[in-house]
């Protein structure tokens, strides 16, 4: 018979089994009571925007939004402002608000008062019933307010990118939003009008910079000017400049990535560049009837290259994207199947961007780049010390449109990690 202190003892010193096993068990706890943390933390965030009170009138909202306002300190973004000298720069735009939107008593509920601040008014109720606003602050490496026209926005984003292109490397510049917050009017120019004008685009304003500067000693007559232009959907790519014939994207033996037949247009000017850009835009929106239709389901990537004369290796290339709409990657609630796909797809490129860039700024020896067609095809910008990548996020004004922004904006926070030294400067 065993005696009950016997029994005692055998159930307080377990065997070396059990103590294995009670760490996997403790580990599997504590695993379990994090995701429980993080899903309470979830729930919190998503009660929180459903207090969102759809039902204070427009103007009642608008005017705790004015008034608001008046009280903010506001010191716009100039030209006058110093360019910053940044590896990740990550940077939000604001389009200003529409007449549709407008006619649609929807009300404009962001502010970007200085060079850096983005505030996002949200109408709440307290529990008496007192109508309130919950301003949310971001900070960002620059704001650009919605007066701020294509040539300010490439001043602090592209523009010192193309010395980095001249010093051999391999900038990029992307345009990230949900569909409709100006991606496109800020990459491609304004294609509103009938007579679509290319050239206040970021494509336009670039090259023109990089022909400005190949026309001064000591780069005069020593460089070809090259331009790609292809579209990711899914994990395929096709060539905008050859009536979107299938690319393939295949990785020698020395883990180079290459677009295998992708179409190089020798341009000398920048006139050469705005008659490949429009072909190129045309051909992503045939066949469709609305420029958005296509254009938010999949990312637009448009390279200038530098080759030294007579040799056949890049000296260095800049990419410009058009990313596929962000809110895509949200759509779960359809029950078409192809949408899903489309959906998880550019979920998975866009996270996969945000952990490439991270891991970028952080000076990673590892770039998770293989997660996602995108950023295998951009690996070599990716690698190098002196990569560089600005981000701008686009975002609509709209309170219809405030929780993509809200979206979009913890995305862009999170794409750059702050060091110690830059948060002692803010
Ligand atoms: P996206 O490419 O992100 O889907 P678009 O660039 O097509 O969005 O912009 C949607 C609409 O808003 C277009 O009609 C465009 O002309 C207009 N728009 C976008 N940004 C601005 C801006 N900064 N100023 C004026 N109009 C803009
Ligand atoms: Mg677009």
Known sequence: DISPQKQQISSIQPT??????????????RIAANREQRRARQDERRQKLSEVDQSIPAWEFQAMV???????????????????????????RKRPITKKELNKKDIDVLTIPNKEVVIVHLPKVKVDLTKYIDNQKFRFDYGFHETCNNELVYHFTAQPLVQSLFQGNNPMVFAYGQT???????????????????????????????????????????????????????????????????????????????????KEEQVESVEDVMTLIRRGMSVRTSGTTSANE?????????????????MIKEYGKISLIDLAGSERGKDTQTNDKTTLMEGAQINKSLLTLKECIRSLGRNAEHIPFRGSTLTKVLRDSFIGEKSKVCMIAMVSPGNSDVEHTLNTLRYADRVKELNVDELKQR
């Open 180 to 262: 409709g917050s100006g991606k496109t009017y800020t990459m491609g120019g304004d294609l509103s009008q009938r007579d679509v004008d290319f050239s206040k685009g970021i494509y336009a304003l670039t090259a023109n910079d990089i022909f400005r500067h190949l026309n001064k000693p000591p780069n005069k007559g020593q460089f070809d000017v090259y331009c790609t232009f292809f579209e990711i959907y899914c994990t395929k790519v096709f060539d905008l400049f050859n009536e979107k014939k299938r690319l393939r994207v295949l990785e020698d033996h020395k883990n180079l990535v290459q677009v295998v037949g992708k």
């Open 294 to 310: 296509n254009s938010s389901r999949s990312h637009a990537v448009f390279q200038i290259t530098l080759k030294k004369k007579n």
């Open 66 to 92: 004015s008034e608001y306002r008046q009280q903010l300190d506001t010191k716009l973004l100039t030209m006058n402002e110093q360019q910053k000298d940044l590896k990740i720069c990550v940077c939000v």
């Open 16 to 29: 070396p089994l059990d103590s294995n096993k009670s760490k996997v068990v403790k580990e599997i706890e």
